[in-house]
């Protein structure tokens, strides 16, 4: 005679064959639960990327600002010197 869950569950009736699908189904929700957290956790990541990357593009345009300050004073002094 072979003792398993599949056994348990084809010999226990509808009692076991519910008990079996409410275990299915609370381990199912508690990975659902999971995995819900670390779709959060990547979200919020990605907004902190998204912020991170509005404050870099900011920098750029201040440097190429003051590239263009610089380059218009080295042809302005170039054309006096010339």
Request: charged letters at 35%; a negative charge; glycine letters at 6%.
């Amino acid at each position: 005679m072979e003792f398993g869950l599949f056994h348990l569950i084809l010999q226990g009736g509808w009692a076991a064959v519910s008990a079996f699908f409410i275990y299915i189904l609370i381990k199912l929700d508690k990975r659902i639960e999971k995995l819900e957290s670390k779709l959060e956790e990547i979200q919020k990541e990605n907004v902190s990327r998204e912020e991170y990357y509005r404050d870099i593009s900011g920098w750029r345009g201040e440097l190429q600002r003051l590239e263009d300050k610089l380059t218009n004073i080295l042809d302005k002094l170039w054309e006096v010197k010339k």
